[in-house]
């Protein structure tokens, strides 16, 4: 996500504000970015998972501690109307 923001052009302070994290963290991201010659347009199709291999080769696995959402089948839900919210949640946690 730090690499999306950046490239629509916020800055360490929006995207650390949006996503809940420190600036350094940010400015980490975006310094390894620099140093490895990445843009997000390398990095769009890859998985959250890998990209933090690619930065981080040394690192333990990705911070994330549980399972993502299946977000294509969340936003379709909550386009749909009268639909049964409980069953839904259910269904994704």
């Known amino acids: 996500m730090i690499m999306e923001y950046r490239d629509w052009g916020l ?13 350094n963290s940010v400015r980490e991201v975006f ?3 620099v140093e490895l ?3 997000f347009e390398d990095i769009q199709e890859t998985s959250e998972n890998k990209v933090y ?3 981080f080769p040394n690192r ?3 911070e994330i ?14 386009k749909r109307v ?3 919210s409980e069953a839904f949640m259910a269904g994704i946690c």
């Not at 949006?18 to 600036?23: E, N, P, Y």
């Not at 501690?65 to 909550?78: A, D, R, S």
């Open 11 to 23: 800055s360490r302070n929006q995207i650390a504000k949006m996503l809940g994290t420190s600036r």
């Open 31 to 33: 310094n390894r970015a």
């Open 37 to 39: 010659k990445i843009s």
């Open 53 to 55: 291999q690619l930065f």
């Open 60 to 62: 333990h696995q990705s």
């Open 65 to 78: 501690f549980y399972n993502q959402p299946n977000y294509e089948k969340v936003h379709e839900e909550l």
């Open 82 to 84: 009268g639909g049964d």
